[in-house]
């Protein structure tokens, strides 16, 4: 049994419950407080919207969720702090920095014309991983980091490279963002490398390819793969995740995969028109989305029960916990 940090406290491993390990209660993209006629939900919309979507999913049974935003996309953890306050939900937000072309590039490009950055950026996550968030009190329970597309910039590889020095130091997990289903051998790579254990490792958005062979080396590698944008459509097919995760967990894989929406409930800003986000389908932006509607098609391909509450349950306490993967064939 392992402590976690969440919002409101320390929380158990066996206390985690069924967890969606990829959610966020807002985003704000650098630059949405420059939109200032489109100024997105007020504090007390936002809490109010939280609170609702929290209420949704304990109405399912959810007792815990990850949020992952980084320092530099708008999080807000005393918001997360009242949610989780207010509702009894455990909660557990991050400490990182996101991908060079939409987080917080400018500050630290700026910062390293005065010398290496790696340190300072890992003290930083240390910091707040260990001490806190600001003078919130609210410590993060994982760090996060990101890729884009192509390669992996040298600011990107800075986050790296600090991520694996605050893991290393702290014992704290790391999750990751992919985009498109690319680069997460890559990022698996530099972090163990520098000494980050394999099981320690979310390669996140990984549903956002089906090839079975990136899948699989991701696997092979010891990390856990985030299954976590179901409902997101326009970015990639739900049909093609379904597959794609019943054929993982057919090959042996269903004990490292962790599930979720990356759901965005409140938005700095409009970054997405209004007229367009409310035409989005059904199912975007929805926590519940895999409860209701992608349980139902994991079981028409053959996936059990028990496998799906090992996704929801059993990956994340074993996650945290640390504990190590068994080698796949």
């Not at 407080?33 to 109010?48: A, D, I, L, N, R």
């Not at 949020?67 to 009242?82: M, Q, T």
């Amino acid at each position: 049994m392992t402590m976690i940090n969440t919002v409101h406290g320390e929380t158990t491993s066996d206390a985690l419950g069924k967890t969606l390990m990829h959610e966020h209660l807002v985003i704000g993209y650098p630059g949405a407080e420059s939109h200032t006629t489109k100024p997105g939900p007020s504090p007390e919309e936002e809490f109010s919207i939280c609170v609702d979507k929290i209420q949704q999913l304990q109405d399912l049974g959810y007792k815990s969720m990850l949020d992952p935003c980084p320092n530099d996309l708008g999080r807000d953890v005393e918001l997360a702090a009242r949610v989780g306050q207010k509702t009894g939900f455990q909660i557990i937000v991050a400490t990182g920095l996101y991908k060079q072309s939409e987080g917080g590039f400018p500050y630290w490009h700026m910062r390293s014309q005065f010398g290496p950055v790696v340190d300072e950026m890992a003290e930083l996550f240390e910091r707040e991983l260990t001490v806190g968030i600001g003078e919130s009190g609210v410590k993060a329970g994982i760090i996060k980091l990101a890729t884009g597309v192509g390669e992996i910039t040298e600011h990107e590889n800075n986050v790296l490279l600090a991520a694996a020095k605050a893991s290393v130091a702290t014992g704290a997990p790391i999750t990751t963002h992919t985009d498109q289903g690319t680069l997460g051998d890559q990022q698996q790579k530099i972090l163990t490398e520098n000494g980050v254990p394999a099981h320690r490792i979310i390669i996140g958005h990984s549903c956002g390819t089906d090839d079975h062979d990136y899948h699989m080396g991701l696997a092979r590698g010891g990390s856990y793969l985030g299954f976590d944008r179901f409902g997101i459509e326009l970015i990639y097919p739900d049909e093609k995740r379904v597959a794609s995760l019943a054929k993982l967990i057919k090959a042996g894989a269903g004990d490292r995969v962790v599930v979720s929406h990356d759901s965005v409930w409140c938005w700095k800003g409009e970054p997405i028109p209004r007229e367009l986000y409310a035409s989005l389908p059904e199912g975007v932006f929805d926590p519940t989305h895999f409860h209701k509607r992608i349980i139902p098609r994991l079981k028409d391909a053959g996936v059990s029960d028990e496998e799906i509450d090992r996704l929801l349950v059993e990956n994340p306490r074993r996650f945290f916990e640390g504990e190590k993967l068994a080698a796949l064939a």
